[in-house]
């Protein structure tokens, strides 16, 4: 056995550090960032060309890509660009048929913004037209979608008009697919490919959940060691510790889970679709609940704007419901056990 | 870190599970009542059978009767184990918590009159640490042990969870040969046969019936100087000496595997479920299912840091907290998630009952839930430390 995630680590901490320069300083700031600023910087640096390394020296991409995306989601606040989504939206163009070297490239260098409908990877839907909230839907200059003829997926690029649709993550807009919906036909995928590659953006939404939730905890240890009351540290009360004990246990176990989930995709297990379900399904429940702990254990302090603890929180929140949200990958993964008759097996 | 073993790895792996599959008795578990004299018989020839079978000494160092395993076979050979359900054996605790002990600190006479017949399994022994007023905090342990270097000892007190005492040759002891200001200082490490004069040995009965435990008596019983492990007042730094994420490790692969074997015959039920109750048995399950594939991800990242050459001390704890606290949440769910009207039948089932009532030992034995969380908070996110340092 050896460790993948120790080979990327200088490429990690080199995207921790860039990335935290992206990142608004308070929140009266997040709403300004321009989201094409941040992508341009992004483009520069090469992160968004991070999902098309396959092959550069890299038995395969998608455990370098989760690393990122839990190294982009540990920051102080949620990064205001669609990181994930350009990288999904880069493999699922190189995954179908037809040349689409230009578009990546010009996604990779941040001339063109692209996003993707989750709802959509994880069908048969006939059409992507109302299947829940797009990231940067009306920002994006090329919404990527899944939709299903013969029984046969095909990946198609969604215009039409959106439709407003409610926002929790401030720094992360989004709108529904609007209906009548134009579907410009880019390309066919495979079945399998197209599995893979729901299965890695629920791999990543479950590392951005991660580094958010591991944010908001490390802030909390700090303020506990530091807020007094009756005389001494707010840590030092075993009620408060056995919470923060449990917040920690619950962190690592999403963490041991996406890392078995990763390796089981790498090495083609043939259940890795029900490893990321499970994963997604138990990081987009425990960081959810990590999250409402640290916003308690902050008291009064943890309910004002100021504080900023609002935006991981808000973060998490989207990313637990966003498609396939959690609760649904949990039921899916506990409805194939039943009908297999066993738990899975790594 | 990959799931991908090299090709000696997975032979390994297979050699391990073909032998099990050969040796083990199938449905033991069914055969033999937990804690009746059969099981005992059965454990005991499990034990020798691991002897037999190259497997026992696969923890120890090869100086001491070991073999040349690398963590990860003894990794895969800990999960293969728990995976076909293979018993513990009555030996465990001499050849997983003792040996190590006597290789660290003990004489080299203690180590040729002892390590051999714990290895071969022709010596059993029961560990006499816990107390009934010194279980999570036993640094506050009371047995008396009397003397010195030159006459030996006299052992005074008693001892509580003694597991299987009655069917055991030796006792391990942890004693207080003098009162310390610092209370980990004065305490004794002793070797003793557990039919010595004065002593009294009072099976517990649990709340599953069983009776695994055991209240031992010592009334003024000898012990001669030679049975001293490590210097005279210095014995919790012995027992304090093992390396422990490794047992941690081996505990939680099998608590993982029998949680699973018990969800796993919940299924067949649940497949039967009306269809309006389907999404709520679907839900269940993949939570659980989440709780125990969990348990395998943790042990995996420990062994992974280890391999690596970071102190896997972080992840002992989280893996002790999680699986035990899985284990209890399964079998309840056991008993919770059943098919309308079948509430009667799952309460009248041995073995999900029996297997509730044993899950609720593993969040109090090997260090409580409570305790673990202490440690998390406390030694690996250092909370509390500007008081204490006040």
Redesign the interface.
């Known amino acids: 056995?050896?460790?993948?995630?120790?080979e990327h680590r200088d490429i990690v901490e080199g995207f921790s550090t860039s990335v935290a320069g992206y990142v608004a300083g308070s929140a009266s700031d997040a709403a300004e960032q321009a989201v094409t600023t941040v992508g341009a910087r992004l483009a520069e640096s090469g992160w968004i060309s991070a999902a098309n390394m396959a092959g550069e020296g890299f038995d395969d991409v998608e455990p370098l890509l989760v690393a990122l995306a839990e190294a982009a989601g540990n920051q102080s606040a949620p990064l205001p660009f669609p990181l994930l989504e350009s990288w999904l939206g880069v493999r699922l163009l190189d995954a179908c048929t037809g040349d689409h070297v230009s578009l990546i490239d010009e996604i990779v260098s941040g001339k063109q913004l692209a996003t993707v409908v989750p709802e959509s990877l994880y069908g048969p839907v006939e059409r992507p037209a109302g299947r829940g909230v797009v990231p940067y839907a009306r920002e994006s200059s090329v919404a990527l979608a899944v939709e299903w003829r013969d029984a046969r997926p095909r990946l198609v690029a969604v215009d039409g008009a959106w439709q407003d649709a409610a926002e929790i993550d401030l720094s992360m807009p989004v709108a529904k697919v609007g209906d009548p919906v134009g579907a410009r036909h880019l390309g066919d995928l495979e079945a399998d490919a197209l599995e893979r590659l729901g299965c890695t953006y629920l791999l990543l939404q479950s590392a951005e959940l991660i580094g958010a939730a591991r944010s908001l905890f490390d802030r909390t240890?700090v303020y506990?060691?530091q807020r007094e009351q009756f005389g001494?540290?707010l840590?030092?009360f075993?009620a408060?510790?056995?919470r923060?004990?449990?917040m920690?246990?619950a962190l690592?176990?999403s963490?041991?889970?996406l890392?078995?989930a990763t390796?089981?995709l790498?090495?083609g297990?043939d259940d890795s679709a029900e490893?990321a379900?499970?994963a997604k399904?138990?990081a987009g429940?425990e960081c959810w609940t990590i999250a409402n702990e640290c916003l308690q254990l902050h008291g009064g302090l943890g309910y004002t704007w100021e504080a900023g603890l609002h935006q991981n929180l808000r973060r998490i929140a989207f990313r637990s419901g966003s498609a396939m949200d959690a609760?649904r990958?949990?039921?899916?993964?506990?409805?194939a056990?039943?009908?297999?008759?066993?738990?899975?097996r790594? | 870190?990959?799931?991908?073993?090299t090709e000696d790895?997975a032979r390994f792996e297979q050699r391990v599970r073909d032998w099990v599959r050969e040796v083990l008795e199938p449905a033991w578990q069914v055969t033999y009542r937990a804690g009746s004299p059969e099981w005992v018989a059965f454990q005991k020839a499990w034990d020798r059978s691991l002897y037999e079978g190259g497997w026992a000494g696969i923890f120890w160092p090869p100086e001491y009767g070991g073999t040349k395993a690398t963590a990860?076979e003894r990794f895969l050979y800990a999960k293969v184990m728990a995976e076909e359900g293979a018993p513990e054996g009555l030996a465990k605790v001499g050849r997983r918590l003792l040996a190590p002990m006597l290789m660290a600190h003990g004489t080299p006479d203690q180590k040729d009159r002892y390590l051999g017949p714990i290895l071969r399994a022709e010596e059993f022994w029961c560990q006499g640490f816990s107390e009934p007023d010194a279980g999570s905090d036993l640094a506050s342990l009371r047995m008396k042990a009397e003397g010195d270097l030159e006459t030996g000892f006299r052992l005074s007190g008693q001892k509580i969870w003694t597991s299987h005492a009655e069917h055991c040759e030796f006792v391990f002891v942890l004693a207080r040969s003098w009162e310390s200001e610092r209370k980990h200082d004065g305490i004794s490490f002793f070797l003793l046969p557990v039919e010595s004069p004065g002593i009294t040995i009072r099976p517990i009965r649990q709340i599953n019936g069983a009776s695994e435990f055991s209240e031992m008596f010592f009334d003024d019983v000898a012990v001669p100087p030679e049975n001293l492990v490590g210097e005279l007042g210095k014995g919790w730094h012995v027992a304090m000496s093992l390396l422990g994420y490794e047992r941690g490790v081996e505990q939680a692969l099998g608590k993982s595997a029998a949680t699973?074997r018990a969800?796993?015959r919940l299924?067949?039920a649940?497949?039967e479920f009306p269809a309006e109750r389907?999404?709520e048995?679907?839900?269940?399950?993949?939570?659980?299912?989440?709780e125990?594939?969990?348990v395998?991800?943790?042990a995996?990242?420990l062994?992974?840091q280890q391999?690596?050459g970071d102190s896997p001390t972080?992840?002992a704890s989280?893996l002790k907290?999680?699986s035990s606290e899985t284990w209890r949440s399964s079998a309840h769910q056991q008993l919770v998630l059943h098919p309308p009207g079948t509430h009667d039948d799952v309460l009248r089932d041995e073995s999900a009952i029996g297997d509730y009532l044993q899950s609720r030992s593993a969040t109090i034995a090997a260090g409580t839930s409570?305790i673990?969380?202490?440690i998390?908070?406390?030694r690996?996110?250092?909370?509390?430390?500007?008081?204490r340092e006040k």
């Open positions: 056995m050896k460790s993948e995630a120790f240890i506990l060691g001494v540290t840590d030092t075993q408060l510790q056995h923060a004990a449990d920690f246990s690592e176990t963490t041991s889970l890392q078995l390796n089981t790498v090495a297990h490893f379900y499970t399904g138990f429940t609760r990958c949990l039921a899916r993964a506990g409805a056990a039943i009908s297999r008759g066993r738990i899975v790594a | 870190m990959t799931l991908k073993l790895e990860t699973r969800f796993e299924l067949g649940l497949a389907q999404a048995a679907a839900a269940a399950v993949g939570g659980m299912q989440a125990i594939l969990a395998y991800a943790n995996v990242r062994l992974s391999l690596e972080e992840m989280v907290l999680q409570e673990q969380r202490n998390i908070a406390k690996v996110l250092g909370m509390g430390r500007r008081t």
